[in-house]
Each structure stands twice: as C-alpha cells, then as structure tokens.
T-cell receptor, first 112, second 112 residues
Framework: EAQVTQNPRYLITVTGKKLTVTCSQNMNHEYMSWYRQDPGLGLRQIYYSMNVEVTDKGDVPEGYKVSRKEKRNFPLILESPSPNQTSLYFC???????????FGEGSRLTVL | QKEVEQNSGPLSVPEGAIASLNCTYSDRGSQSFFWYRQYSGKSPELIMFIYSNGDKEDGRFTAQLNKASQYVSLLIRDSQPSDSATYLCAVNILGGYQKVTFGTGTKLQVIP
C-alpha cells in the first residue's frame, strides 16, 4: 500500500527542546515537501526537496531545517522550537505527471 | 493580495443540490490547478486537477478554469452529507510541482 508515514502524530514539547518529525514514503517519489497548517492561514510550504541532497526553502522556512539523505526519508528538524511553531504539520510527496500531492496523516505539534 | 484566494464559508447547501466552490489566483503564469478535499482532522486528498481552460468532469465533480479571469471553480452535483468537508484550491505557480500554493479553503456543509 502506497503510504506517506509521519512520526510522531502528536507531540507536546517545551520551548527550546530540539525535536525531529520524521517522514517516510514508499512510493519512490523524488519530490517531498513539508507544510504547516494554521487556522485562517491554510497550508504553507516550509521546505521542499526535488531529490536526494537537493532541498529548497518554501514560504515559511524560518526556524526549521530539513535533510534529504535518502530518497524515502525527509525529516523536519526544529532546532529550538518556539510557541509560534505550534501547528499541524504535513509531509507530502509527488511523483505523478499531474503534480498531485500525496499527504501524510499529519503531526500535531504543541510547543509550550 | 493573497496568491490564492477562497471564501472561507461555510457554504451550506441542501442534500441533492449543486455546490459551487470558487477560487481566484494572482499569478498569470500559473500552470496547473488542483482541488483537494480535507475532512476535519484528516489530511488533504486530491479530488481533481485541471490544466486547460474550460471544464473537466469526473463523476459528480466538475472543475472549471478560466485563465483570462484567473478563476477556477469546483462544482459538486447531487451533493451528499459525506461531501461535507473543507475544499482547498491549490495552484502550481512554476510548473512541475515545486511551488504549490494553497488557498485557505472553503468549508462546505451539506444539509440532509
């Protein structure tokens, strides 16, 4: 079954405690991306990756890091989380000709 | 001006009616256009995509694109309570799928 798997699904943490949200896909897609979703602001792109070792900033990259060492994995790193990073995060992949995105189930992060 | 604009709703329609969801975009160079459905607490899933001016039909769904007016819409015929969700319009600014920008979504309520 084609899947985009995110972990953790839910996390409550404190300001400044480094955390990583993992994203793994089994669809052999080259493109992967991270979005955050906030009420009234919709989905906003954080970072994307066109292929292994190729990453680029989206619209809201501040406070986040990513890496793409393997095709299937695209972790999102918050080096020093702050309360304004409390959000619902989605990982997405694309590989079809239409450019449609396939989303993971989401990770709800709360930073106290 | 937001790149992709949608009325947040809620849009309420009776069961069996036609629901009309609208989206405008600002970049005339936009290449492709997507409609995603997002149930509460779930991840977005693709309903339809459209590239060319005119209508594209898929079952009860019809996407309409007017590039001159920078307008894309989604019609849902014979609306069902199970169609109640938030509908996200997404626009690919650069072509390919690197830069996909989402609207904030329109919440649809289908009243039984």
């Amino acid at each position: 079954e084609a899947q985009v798997t995110q972990n953790p699904r839910y996390l409550i943490t404190v300001t400044g405690k480094k955390l990583t949200v993992t994203c793994s896909q089994n669809m052999n897609h080259e493109y992967m991306s991270w979005y955050r979703q906030d009420p009234g602001l919709g989905l906003r792109q954080i970072y994307y990756s066109m292929n292994v070792e190729v990453t680029d900033k989206g619209d809201v990259p501040e406070g986040y890091k990513v890496s793409r060492k393997e095709k299937r994995n695209f972790p999102l790193i918050l080096e020093s989380p702050s309360p304004n990073q409390t959000s619902l995060y989605f990982c997405a992949t694309a590989g079809g000709g239409a450019g449609e995105l396939f989303f993971g189930e989401g990770s709800r992060l709360t930073v106290l | 001006q937001k790149e992709v604009e949608q009325n947040s709703g809620p849009l309420s329609v009776p069961e069996g009616a036609i629901a009309s969801l609208n989206c405008t975009y600002s970049d005339r160079g936009s290449q492709s256009f997507f409609w995603y459905r997002q149930y509460s607490g779930k991840s977005p899933e693709l309903i339809m995509f459209i590239y060319s001016n005119g209508d594209k039909e898929d079952g009860r769904f019809t996407a309409q694109l007017n590039k001159a007016s920078q307008y894309v819409s989604l019609l849902i015929r014979d609306s069902q309570p199970s169609d109640s969700a938030t509908y996200l319009c997404a626009v690919n600014i650069l072509g390919g799928y690197q830069k996909v920008t989402f609207g904030t979504g329109t919440k649809l309520q289908v009243i039984p």
